[in-house]
């Protein structure tokens, strides 16, 4: 259901994507609501996709297909019924933010695991901050990130950030953790960690939201 924005580089000391048409990703995501420290229900899924040309609005796109490997209910594993792979698709600006689907309340949970940086200079320890207005006609509040760049090491680069969604009475907030290749641009690994949210269909029981998203495979085209 989500995917960040975390598509960057750094190349000359600037974050930029840089990821070619044709560049195979296999992913594993995770989902998980939990009630203090049990888990209500948890879904696991595999990701293939390539990279592909997108829209005027959102010119970079990763299209492929789905397939859900795992399925947990009150911690205890539910046999997953036989079934093909779901059609799956990502699209993203070019400022790095992640086009946001679904009902306000999956479009919110998507958005706190976005990530916007700036296409400038950074170092060891840079640190930034960003904002996501309201969106209109709905009920989806404003909500504030504060960023920073912890490490470029060995070719990866770490970041570490916090988010608060502002002027709502069941205000999101949180935490993510990123490990991101600094050759392809790509995340490696991501743990999200929404507080106060609420599990799509269930009650208005507040849980936490775990996101976990491991890359299995990076393939950039023959030439």
């Known amino acids: 259901m989500i995917l960040p924005a975390l598509l960057l580089i750094l190349s000359q000391d600037t974050l930029r994507l840089n990821l070619p048409i044709g560049t195979a990703v296999g992913l594993e995501i995770s989902e998980t609501w939990k009630s203090g420290e049990e888990e209500v229900v948890s879904f696991g899924k595999k990701v293939e996709a390539k990279v592909v040309a997108g829209t005027a609005e959102y010119p970079i796109a990763l299209s492929g297909a789905s397939l859900m490997t795992s399925w947990r209910i009150d911690g205890q594993e539910?046999?997953?019924?036989?079934?093909?792979?779901?059609?799956?698709?990502?699209?993203?600006?070019?400022?790095?933010?992640?086009?946001?689907?679904?009902?306000?309340?999956?479009?919110?949970?998507?958005?706190?695991?976005?990530?916007?940086?700036?296409?400038?200079?950074?170092?060891?320890?840079?640190?930034?901050?960003?904002?996501?207005?309201?969106?209109?006609?709905?009920?989806?509040?404003?909500?504030?990130?504060?960023?920073?760049?912890?490490?470029?090491?060995?070719?990866?680069?770490?970041?570490?950030g916090t988010f608060r969604e502002q002027g709502t009475e069941d205000?999101?907030?949180?935490?993510?953790?990123?490990?991101?290749?600094?050759?392809?641009?790509?995340?490696?690994?991501?743990?999200?960690?929404?507080?106060?949210?609420?599990?799509?269909?269930?009650?208005?029981?507040?849980?936490?939201?775990i996101y976990k998203l491991k890359t299995v495979k990076l393939t950039k085209p023959v030439k």
Do not use: H
């Open 171 to 209: 205000a999101l907030y949180g935490m993510t953790t990123a490990l991101i290749d600094k050759t392809t641009g790509w995340i490696l690994n991501q743990t999200t960690v929404v507080n106060n949210a609420r599990l799509p269909g269930g009650d208005n029981q507040a849980v936490t939201y």
């Open 78 to 160: 539910v046999k997953l019924p036989t079934s093909d792979p779901s059609p799956w698709c990502q699209r993203f600006k070019t400022d790095l933010r992640a086009e946001l689907t679904g009902s306000e309340l999956e479009y919110r949970l998507q958005r706190c695991s976005s990530l916007s940086l700036p296409i400038e200079p950074v170092e060891d320890a840079a640190s930034w901050k960003w904002t996501a207005e309201a969106v209109d006609s709905s009920r989806i509040p404003r909500i504030d990130f504060s960023l920073r760049l912890s490490r470029i090491l060995d070719g990866e680069i770490s970041l570490n």
